[in-house]
């Protein structure tokens, strides 16, 4: 019983120091990540027939009122009870409306998904190169990445079976190949 008990208090401290050692590597590592709010990508402004953009709303234009400061004397008593109640709620302004103009360059997507039996791969394909966006596995399967100087390869694997997408360029406008075995 003695024994036993060593040997469950010798797991919980190696366990306990294996948890704490994950944890300050992961949190030394996140420490000094920088997080970016996702942006979305802007959509193309229908235009008319004789190919001129539409004029904005005049909502989108017109500057917001701004909201008044609300009294901060705090409660008021009402006179028929002699009670404390509450301040009047405030009306807050909607949000002002900005518009961001269309970057100089093409509206069009670069990003490509690519399934293959395991995972999805999705890579921003440009006319020189090609850099990887994300790559997730699907349950139960395990993924692995290569990056080389001008190719990489993504692997999804389970039991005997790996599936690959490999995206390569030198010299040529990046290629993307499905290897389904």
């Known amino acids: 019983m003695r024994n036993g008990l060593v040997q469950l208090g010798a797991w919980a401290a190696a366990t306990g120091a294996a948890v704490a ?7 030394a590592v996140l420490t000094g990540a920088a997080f970016e709010q996702p942006t979305a990508l ?4 229908p235009a008319s027939a004789d190919g001129a953009r539409p004029s904005p709303t005049p909502s989108a234009t017109q500057p917001q009122p701004q909201p008044q ?9 009402t006179p028929s009870t ?3 109640s509450a301040p009047p ?5 909607p949000a002002p409306t900005t518009t961001r103009p269309a970057p100089a ?10 399934p293959v039996p395991g995972g999805r791969v999705a890579v921003d394909l440009q006319s020189d190169h090609a850099s990887l966006v994300t790559a997730t596995p699907d ?3 395990t993924m692995q990445v290569w990056n080389g100087p001008q190719w990489f390869r993504v692997d999804f694997s389970k039991d005997e079976q790996t599936n690959s997408v490999i995206v390569s360029w030198n010299g040529y406008p990046p290629r993307v190949d499905k290897v389904v075995r």
Request: aromatic share 8%; proline share 12%; no cysteine.
């Open 105 to 114: 360059t093409s509206t069009t997507s670069s990003v490509h998904s690519y």
């Open 89 to 93: 709620p405030r009306a807050t302004a």
């Open 42 to 45: 802007p959509l193309p402004s």
């Open 21 to 27: 050692l994950s944890w300050l590597g992961v949190h």
């Open 139 to 141: 349950s139960g399967w």
């Open 82 to 84: 002699g009670r404390a």
């Open 69 to 77: 400061p609300a009294d901060r004397t705090g409660p008021t008593a």
